[in-house]
């Protein structure tokens, strides 16, 4: 009785192990528009098709409005947070240094309550002034379309604007909507202007292709945006986003007005008591 028992164990064990042998680490299948690594100025595998800078524009961080119905659609399909994608996007393409302003600044504020204590060694240098400001801020908004959803077969693929190379994104299939656009607004911290806003849009039009994705190895920590494909679409749409805003900085001109920038003399005035 205790051969039969074990037997079948041994074969599941064995089974598991040929799984995990065979893994497919890397798969195009996990690809999205936004794919492979940063670090600093220098990137690896990024997609061939994302606007770069020659030197960095200023620091960012990326804020996300947490109350808005688009971001309740995201946690309803459990994707979760688009700042991931955004500030590896943002720091492959050179154009700003990206600064924490989201949950792991709880465990860096942690770490300088610490050193107050003084248990952290002599010279860990967590004291105060270290922090970098952020010069500017990104917001960014999402809206989806189910247009035609029902019944999308394969062997097509949605080609994205705004680069310098053509992007394609082929996504896997199970999407119960087809389309997204999202729209990128980039802030001033220091005066509350806006700088510059972008658009861009991706359509499912693929849902078996897989192989179209750019680069060898997956951005980390992008969760259900490398392997659902809603979650690459709406990857796609900020990379085509993200591609108009370099285009639209790189061109910047300042706005200027007449009797000066918010001392209340504007060129359209409105009747005084």
Same mark, same amino acid.
């Given at each position: 009785?205790?051969? %039969? ?5 041994? !074969?599941?064990?064995?089974?598991? =192990? ?20 940063a ?12 606007? $770069?800078? &020659?030197?960095? %524009?200023?620091?960012?961080a ?6 808005? &119905? ?28 990206v600064?924490?302003r ?10 300088? =309550? ?13 004291g ?10 990104l917001?960014?908004? /999402?809206?989806?379309s ?17 680069? $310098? ?5 082929g996504?896997?299939? #199970? ?12 802030? @001033?911290?220091?005066s509350?202007?806006?700088? =510059? ?5 991706a359509?499912?039009? &693929? /849902? ?6 750019? #680069?060898?190895?997956?951005?980390? #920590?992008?969760? #259900? ?10 990857? =796609?749409?900020?990379? &085509?986003?993200?591609?108009? !805003? ?8 300042m ?17 005084? @008591?």
């Amino acid at each position: 009785m205790k051969k %039969l028992f074990v037997l079948p164990v041994i !074969l599941a064990v064995l089974m598991l =192990a040929a799984g995990c042998a065979s893994m497919n680490v890397g798969s195009s299948s996990a690809k999205t528009a936004a794919t492979g690594s940063a670090g600093g100025a220098t990137s690896k595998n990024a997609n061939d098709g994302l606007e $770069r800078c &020659d030197q960095a %524009l200023g620091t960012m961080a990326v804020i996300e409005d947490t109350k808005t &119905d688009w971001y309740r659609t995201l946690n309803d399909r459990k994707l979760g947070s688009t700042v991931p994608v955004l500030k590896l996007l943002a720091q492959q393409s050179n154009c700003f240094v990206v600064v924490e302003r989201g949950r792991a600044m709880d465990n860096m504020m942690r770490e300088r =309550a610490l050193a107050d204590t003084g248990e952290m060694r002599q010279g860990s240098n967590l004291g105060k002034g270290q922090m970098v400001a952020a010069d500017f801020s990104l917001n960014p908004s /999402l809206t989806f379309s189910n247009k035609d959803a029902g019944g999308i077969g394969a062997s097509a693929a949605s080609l994205l604007g705004g680069g $310098r190379t053509r992007m394609l994104a082929g996504v896997a299939g #199970g999407a119960s909507f087809k389309e997204a656009s999202a729209l990128l607004t980039m802030f @001033d911290n220091r005066s509350g202007v806006q700088l =510059a806003a972008a658009e861009g849009s991706a359509s499912n039009t &693929d /849902l078996g292709l897989m192989g179209s994705l750019f #680069g060898t190895r997956a951005g980390g #920590g992008l969760g #259900g945006y490398s392997n659902t494909a809603e979650g690459k679409v709406i990857a =796609a749409a900020l990379t &085509d986003a993200f591609n108009n !805003l370099v285009n639209a900085v790189r061109n910047y001109k300042m706005q200027s007005v007449k009797g000066g920038l918010g001392t209340g003399r504007g060129g359209l005035q409105v009747q005084q @008591d």
